[in-house]
C-alpha cells in the first residue's frame, strides 16, 4: 500500500524515529523520510529502513517523489495535514489522494509483546511517582492545587529523566467534579477529596492513571478509601463497583459499547444516575488517546492485545467528583490489569 504521514507518532511507528518537521512516504516497501537539516544527521543514525531526504520545502520533495514513482494512487490520514498542507502536497500531481481516517491507529491498536512491555514499565514508573508524590502530600498539608500540580510534575518526570503523558490533573473537593479539571488557588486540608490524573511516557509509550482518596491519617492513593461524608462513599463505592465489574467482564470478542455499558447501568441504577458523563475508556500506546474508545456508541470488536483504559466516574457540580482509572490489556480473552 502506497501512503504518506506527517503525525510524528505514526512516523515513529514506522521507522523509529519522528520530529517536528517531517513526512514519511511509504511507496510498497520502500520508505522515504523527509525532513530539514535540524534533523537530517539524527534521522540517518536512527532510521535502518527508510531513506532519509534532506530538503527545505518538504511538500516540495514529497511531490517530487511522488511524481518520479508514476504511482496511481496514494492514502492519508485527513485529520495530519492541515488545509493548506495538503494543498501544497498535492498541487500539480495526476494522483489519486485517498482518504483514510485513522489510518495509523487502525494499524496501532493491536499492540505488540514487546510494545506491551513498554507500557507495562511506564505503567510501573507512574505507579511509583503516585506514592512518592502522596507522601510529599502527607508532609505539604495546606499546598494549593497550582503547586500541588507543579509539584506532581516533579516525581512523574523524575525531575526530567521522562516526558509526561499529559498535564497532571490535581483536583480538590467540588473542583473534582470538573473531569478536566484545571489547577485553583484552593487548598488542602484534612478531610479534602483529592482527585490525581497522570500519566508519563516511557520510551514514548504512555501511561495514563487515575485516583480518588480522602486526604486524612493513613492518606494513599490506594482503591482503600474511607470519606466522612456518606454521599461521597456512597459514590465513590458505587465506582469503585463499576469498575471492578468493567475490568472482570471485559472479553475479547464483545463490542467496545458493552463494556461501557456494564460500568454505566452500575452507576445508573445508583442514587447517581446520570453523574458518569464521559465515556469508560480509551486506547492507549505512543498517543495518549487512541483506538479502541470504549463509549457507549463504538461498536469496534475488542481483540486479544488491545490496551486501553477503564475509568468510570461520577460528577455532582458544586461537591465532588470521583473517577478510578487503570489501563488493562486483553490477554487470554479477558482483561488484565496492567
Known sequence: MNYILK??????????????????????????FITDARYTTEAKESIKDAQVIEARD??????????????????????????????????GLKINFKKRPNLSWKKRVIKRDDEIELIKKSVELNSQAFDEFGSYLVEHSGIAEKKAQFE???????EGEYELSFEPIFAIDENAAKPHAYPTDKVLKKGSLVLFDAGIKYR????????????????????????????IQRAYDTVLKAQ???????????????????????????????????????GVGLDIHEMPF????????????????????????????IRIEDM???????????
Open 204 to 231: 514514548r509509550y504512555c501511561s495514563d492513571r487515575t485516583r480518588t482518596a480522602c486526604f486524612d491519617d493513613g492518606f494513599a492513593f490506594s482503591k482503600k478509601q474511607r470519606f466522612k461524608s456518606l454521599k
Open 58 to 91: 518538504l511538500n516540495k520533495a514529497a511531490r517530487e517523489l511522488l511524481r518520479k514513482s508514476k504511482i496511481s494512487t496514494i492514502y492519508y490520514d485527513p485529520k495530519e495535514f492541515s488545509c493548506a498542507d495538503f494543498e501544497s502536497l498535492s498541487r
Open 328 to 338: 488493562v490489556v486483553i490477554k487470554g480473552s479477558k482483561a488484565q490489569v496492567l
Open 244 to 282: 471492578e465489574a468493567a475490568i472482570e467482564g471485559a472479553r475479547a470478542g464483545m463490542m467496545a459499547k458493552d463494556l461501557d455499558k456494564i460500568a454505566r447501568e452500575i452507576i445508573d441504577k445508583s442514587e447517581f444516575k446520570g453523574c458518569f458523563i464521559h465515556s469508560l475508556g480509551h
Open 7 to 32: 503525525d510524528e507518532n505514526a512516523v515513529y511507528y514506522e521507522c523509529g524515529f519522528s520530529c517536528d518537521n517531517e513526512l514519511l512516504v511509504v511507496l510498497g516497501s520502500e520508505k522515504f
Open 294 to 321: 470504549i463509549n457507549s456508541k463504538n461498536r469496534q470488536i475488542l481483540k486479544e492485545n488491545m490496551v486501553f483504559t477503564i475509568e468510570p466516574g461520577i460528577y455532582v457540580p458544586g461537591e465532588f467528583g
Open 152 to 158: 506532581a510534575k516533579r516525581f512523574l518526570t523524575r
